[in-house]
């Protein structure tokens, strides 16, 4: 199991890496050619647009890998140990529900995206590449999820292992 979530690992961190390199080049080759030739490249705004979605995905997950999310712990904090751990399992098997949710309808958005052969308005690319971006990244939640969740039912069970 370590290996498999070294590999999650890896692939959040690669995803994160590329798009965040990609959009800062790509943003910063529009800011100069706004500014300096006195023209802008709108597509790099429809690229941007695309990897800042799975870049947002990808970094939801990391965040749940580093537990630092953000989370009300106001009335919690007024349960025993055991209960504010219950809390947290019952909390990640929505949040894992959510995720379900959302990779199922983004597969279905990129169904309908490619059945209907819709491109996108500044370079015709076919709308179904972005679209993939909420599939993937949903995915990658998911799994996230269920290495969180594993984790958080060892702890519950008392065998306190802190890493999957």
């Known amino acids: 199991m370590k290996g498999f979530v070294k590999i999650i690992d890896s692939i959040e961190n690669y995803i994160c890496i590329f798009t965040f390199t990609v959009m800062l080049v790509l943003t910063f080759i ?11 490249l709108s597509f790099t705004e429809e690229i941007v647009t695309g990897l800042f979605v799975l870049a947002s995905l990808a970094g939801s997950s990391i965040a749940i890998r580093k537990e630092a999310h953000l989370g009300l712990d ?4 007024f349960l ?13 098997v929505f949040a894992m529900g959510f995720c379900m949710m959302l990779l199922y309808y983004g597969v279905g958005m990129v169904i309908q995206e490619y059945t209907s052969k819709q491109v996108s308005a500044t370079m015709q690319w076919p709308e179904w590449i972005y679209g993939l ?10 799994l996230r999820y269920i290495i969180t ?7 519950l069970a008392g065998k306190g292992e802190k890493t999957a």
């Open 133 to 142: 971006t909420v599939p993937v990244g949903s995915a990658l939640l998911i």
């Open 30 to 40: 529009n800011v100069v050619s706004r500014f300096g030739l006195h023209m802008s």
């Open 80 to 92: 025993p140990k055991q209960g504010q751990e219950l809390f947290m399992i019952i909390s990640t």
């Open 74 to 77: 106001f009335f919690t904090s």
């Open 149 to 155: 969740l594993k984790i958080q039912i060892f702890k």
